[in-house]
Structure formats: structure tokens, C-alpha cells
Nanobody
Framework: QVQLVESGGGLVQAGGSLRLSCATS????????MGWYRQAPGKQRELVAS???????NYADSVKGRFTISRDNAKNTVYLQMNSLKSEDTAVYYC?????????WGQGTQVTVSS
């Protein structure tokens, strides 16, 4: 089992920044990729950014140039730096980890951007 705990969400004005953290614990060996997803009210959950164990990153077009995903292997933590936030970034953000054939999810953290 893998446990994921997100933190760092909150209320911020448009144009502001937030940094989300996802701390991992448990059977974290053989995790091949981690990512951040988000789900806004009435919408489907969507990929925001992902990073592989090799460091390859992938971003949704809507966040390219504004968000940065990174990982600290020593701390078993993945981050999402979010800059130039827009009202449409408002959502619950979920951390995700892929280990072998299993996918694990955190409980989510709310990000609200006021215009």
C-alpha cells in the first residue's frame, strides 16, 4: 500500500501562487510515476502534471508555463508549484501515484482562486 497526503491548498487571489505538497509513505518502492490531478465542481477529474522516476514531466496545456511539478526523493515528496493562478484553476487537487499495476490517490486539497 502507498499512502499519499496532500497539503498546501487554500484561498489565493488571481495572479498569486501556491505550492502543493504530496508526502508519500508505505510501499513507495517501484512507484513509476506520480502526478497531480484536479476536479472542479461538475467536471471530470483531469491530469494537471506528472513526473516519472526518471524525471520526465508532462503538463496539461492549460497550465504549461505556470505550473511546475518536482520531486524530492530524499523526502519522498512531490510538489506542484502553481504561479499566475487563474479563477479556472479552482478545484480539488489530488495527488496520484502509479506503482506496478495499482494507482493510489490522496484525499485531495482545495485550491480556490478568487478573481
Amino acid at each position: 500500500q502507498v499512502q499519499l497526503v496532500e497539503s498546501g491548498g487554500g484561498l489565493v487571489q488571481a495572479g498569486g501562487s501556491l505550492r502543493l505538497s504530496c508526502a508519500t509513505s508505505g510501499s513507495i518502492f517501484r512507484i513509476t510515476a506520480m502526478g497531480w490531478y484536479r476536479q472542479a465542481p461538475g467536471k471530470q477529474r483531469e491530469l494537471v502534471a506528472s513526473i516519472t522516476t526518471g524525471g520526465t514531466t508532462n503538463y496539461a496545456d492549460s497550465v504549461k508555463g505556470r505550473f511546475t511539478i518536482s520531486r524530492d526523493n530524499a523526502k519522498n515528496t512531490v510538489y506542484l508549484q502553481m504561479n499566475s493562478l487563474k479563477s479556472e484553476d479552482t478545484a480539488v487537487y489530488y495527488c496520484n501515484a502509479v506503482r506496478v499495476t495499482h494507482t493510489y490517490w490522496g484525499q485531495g486539497t482545495q485550491v480556490t482562486v478568487s478573481s
